[in-house]
């Protein structure tokens, strides 16, 4: 297969290139130039926000799939439904569990609570400034979705992504932030009530979205490992890596710590079983991937 990665170069996205690679496909990565793609992957340098400069660097290629890693509103959803939808033959979008956003559900979510055809889509908000896309991450992502899911112009899959854990190139500063304040013992802010979430390793979701690629089911799916986190658990396992002392601190209003929740939105992924993918669980590798973090600071 011909693939495209759009902004493939960091975290799960370069080890999906490599996992692609290594099958046998034929790798391209699109991105603005920051970075480079992986070694034996092609590279195609375009902002995606400037539908003219995605056009100039597409020139006539064609692919059999296309991997969004990067899509994260409505506008740049149109964009790429217009200059891919003579190009792509599948079109995966990564998303994410916070579509579920304003779900509080005493069983897990299913993809049926947020359907993308239903979602209204408003362009007009200020997709641009970086403090709102901030704020709005989540719906972003279902009016993104939405714009693709209505008559879609390709065959498309949007894979809902747990939080992820893993790799000593984690970017996000999450599990640093647990670190420091274990290392030093100083408190955590938790809610007062505190839900688990679904998780899933990096490699993991690597290899899933590998799978998707090359796969026929279409519409919204689920991914995350079998068994849900608590914050205990991240943190004791941290702890056991740094050494220090976690100091839970509930709070009723303010900012809480990244891996704590006021709702309970873990997620189903009853339906990408169904389909064949086989996920691990969460206690099989959350040390591993403790270990990689921690390990790289």
């Keep these: 297969m011909d693939i495209l990665i759009i902004g493939g170069s960091r975290y799960f996205g370069k080890r999906l290139t490599a996992r692609l690679l290594e099958s046998g496909h034929a790798v391209t990565v699109l991105n603005r130039g920051s970075s480079a793609p992986p070694e034996g992957a092609a590279h195609l340098v375009a902002d995606r926000n400037d539908e003219t400069a995605l056009e ?172 849900l986190l608590t914050t205990a658990e991240i943190c004791a396992e941290i702890e056991r890596r740094v050494g220090g002392r976690t100091v839970f601190q509930e709070v009723e209003v303010g900012q809480v710590s990244p891996f704590s929740f006021t709702r309970s939105y873990g997620m189903d992924n009853a339906r990408a079983t169904a389909l064949g993918f086989e996920f691990g669980h969460s206690s099989d590798w959350l040390a591993q991937a403790v270990s990689e973090t921690v390990g790289a600071r």
């Excluded at 304003?102 to 997709?127: C, I, M």
């Excluded at 747990?162 to 304040?181: C, I, K, N, P, S």
Aim: charged letters at 25%; one cysteine or more; hydrophobic letters at 40%.
């Design 56 to 227: 100039k660097s597409l020139g006539d290629r064609a692919f059999d799939a296309v991997v969004d890693q990067v899509c994260y509103t409505p506008r740049q959803a149109e964009i790429a439904r217009r200059v891919f939808g003579a190009r792509a033959r599948r079109y995966v979008m990564t998303s994410t569990v916070e579509v579920y956003e304003y779900e509080d559900s005493a069983v897990p979510v299913r993809e049926e609570a947020v359907d993308p055809r239903t979602v209204a889509v408003d362009t007009g908000l200020p997709w641009d400034d970086p403090e709102f896309l901030d704020g709005h991450y989540g719906e972003g992502k279902r009016q993104a979705e939405a714009v693709f899911a209505v008559d879609p112009p390709f065959p498309f899959v949007s894979v809902r992504v747990a939080h992820v854990l893993g790799g000593d190139d984690d970017f996000t500063g999450r599990v640093d932030h647990y670190a420091r304040r274990i290392r030093a013992g100083e408190p955590i802010a938790v809610p007062v009530v505190n839900h688990p979430a679904t998780y899933v390793y990096v490699e993991e979701i690597a290899a899933f979205l590998a799978w998707a690629v090359e796969a026929e089911f279409t519409g919204p799916v689920n991914a995350h490992s079998h068994g």
